[in-house]
């Protein structure tokens, strides 16, 4: 049986493209913590992308 790859999971802005920085409070060394109402400089949001597609 084969192995499954792991999904490759991003947070970037929809309008510019630039990935989202994680919030260094809540992180670990396990764990990667996300702000969900963060905004980008460029005044587009935060979205998540499973291997190069949109969610939400």
Do not use: L
């Amino acid at each position: 049986m084969a192995k499954r790859q792991k999904p490759d999971i991003e947070f970037k802005c929809e309008k510019c493209g630039s990935p989202q920085p994680k919030n260094d409070e809540k992180s670990d060394n396990n764990f990667d913590v996300f702000d969900c109402n963060q905004t980008c400089e460029c005044g587009g949001k935060f979205c998540m992308y499973i291997d190069g597609y949109k969610i939400g």
